[in-house]
């Protein structure tokens, strides 16, 4: 059986994102920030932090999904 760790999943997760969407889930998940305080940071709107967010949400669920249903099939 396959146990993985708290940090095997981030990693996993890490590798897949690009280098502005690793900032804002880290920022906003690892430290607490919020998307604006990320937006100052980043020099971007609040509205693009929120936006590049939703995307790495919709990724993992879709990922997650396609797992399951490859499970599913098992």
Not at 1 to 13: A, F, G, Q, S
Not at 17 to 37: A, I, N, W
Not at 62 to 69: D, L, S, V, W
């Amino acid at each position: 059986m396959l146990v993985l760790t708290e940090r095997d999943v981030r990693d996993l997760l890490f590798k897949h994102l690009t280098e502005k969407e690793q900032v804002v889930v880290r920022y906003y998940y690892y430290e607490g920030l919020s998307m604006r305080e990320i937006a100052g940071m980043l020099k971007l709107t609040e509205s693009r932090v929120c936006q590049i967010h939703s995307k790495v949400i919709r990724r993992l669920r879709e990922t997650h999904n396609a797992r399951q249903n490859e499970l599913a099939l098992i």
